[in-house]
């Protein structure tokens, strides 16, 4: 990147998807604002002044990837509606936004960081997803089977985004496993809820 004078909304967006990218390349302790601002051209004092301090940038970048994850899964929800709210393509949709979205490298710098509440968005972003792939017309005691669902797949998602290639290694079983049985778990949650 050049140091040719950005906008000060073009510096925090650069610095923002700057770390996004060290957080999933390299885990939460590579989130530094000296790694920040050498991915971009910029002194460690102007980071400084758009974000006022490392913790700063940590909730702005917390923010930042769950607002991207969750545009994402509206995104892939309205074409869904539009096309087939198969259970495996739901599952995808989750399993990839903990995975190459992010959501995964959130949470665990959401340990580190403290910051509990960052993951909420997207929790309810999947519920959405969920809601929208299942019987209308159901019982309030059905929601709590919706919540469970939402619970248990990003349970999966996480996980699998966290130590999936490990565990799938050690327990030497296939790396879509997880997918594959959260597949199942939509399919037989969407059959008990089919009305009779």
Same mark, same amino acid.
């Given at each position: 990147?050049?140091?040719?004078?950005?906008?000060?909304?073009?510096?925090?967006?650069?610095?923002?998807?700057? @770390?996004?990218?060290?957080?999933?390349?390299?885990?939460?302790?590579?989130?530094?604002? !000296? @790694?920040?601002? *050498?991915?971009?051209?910029?002194?460690? *004092?102007?980071?400084?002044?758009?974000?006022?301090?490392?913790?700063?940038?940590?909730?702005?970048?917390?923010?930042?990837?769950? &607002?991207?994850?969750?545009?994402?899964?509206?995104?892939?929800?309205?074409?869904?509606?539009?096309?087939?709210?198969?259970?495996?393509?739901? %599952?995808?949709?989750?399993?990839?936004?903990?995975? &190459?979205?992010?959501?995964? @490298?959130?949470?665990?710098?959401?340990?580190?960081?403290?910051?509990?509440?960052?993951?909420?968005? +997207?929790?309810?972003?999947?519920?959405?997803?969920?809601?929208?792939?299942?019987?209308?017309?159901?019982?309030?005691?059905?929601? %709590? !089977?919706?919540?469970?669902? &939402?619970?248990?797949?990003?349970?999966?998602?996480?996980?699998?985004?966290?130590?999936?290639?490990?565990?799938?290694?050690?327990?030497? %079983?296939?790396?879509?496993? *997880?997918?594959?049985?959260?597949?199942?778990? +939509? *399919? +037989?949650?969407?059959?008990?809820?089919?009305?009779?």
């Amino acid at each position: 990147m050049s140091r040719r004078r950005l906008s000060a909304q073009e510096s925090r967006a650069a610095a923002l998807e700057a @770390a996004r990218a060290l957080l999933l390349e390299e885990g939460p302790q590579a989130v530094t604002l !000296k @790694a920040v601002a *050498a991915r971009v051209n910029r002194t460690h *004092a102007n980071l400084l002044h758009h974000f006022g301090s490392a913790a700063g940038l940590q909730l702005a970048l917390a923010n930042y990837l769950a &607002t991207a994850i969750c545009d994402e899964l509206a995104e892939a929800g309205r074409l869904l509606q539009r096309t087939d709210p198969a259970p495996r393509k739901m %599952v995808d949709l989750v399993f990839d936004a903990f995975g &190459t979205g992010g959501g995964g @490298a959130l949470a665990a710098w959401m340990l580190c960081t403290g910051n509990k509440g960052a993951l909420d968005p +997207i929790l309810e972003m999947v519920r959405d997803l969920i809601d929208q792939s299942l019987p209308e017309d159901m019982a309030e005691g059905e929601a %709590v !089977k919706r919540r469970e669902l &939402t619970y248990a797949l990003v349970l999966m998602a996480l996980g699998r985004s966290l130590m999936g290639d490990e565990l799938a290694g050690s327990l030497e %079983v296939d790396r879509g496993a *997880a997918r594959r049985h959260g597949e199942d778990l +939509i *399919a +037989i949650t969407r059959s008990r809820l089919e009305p009779s």
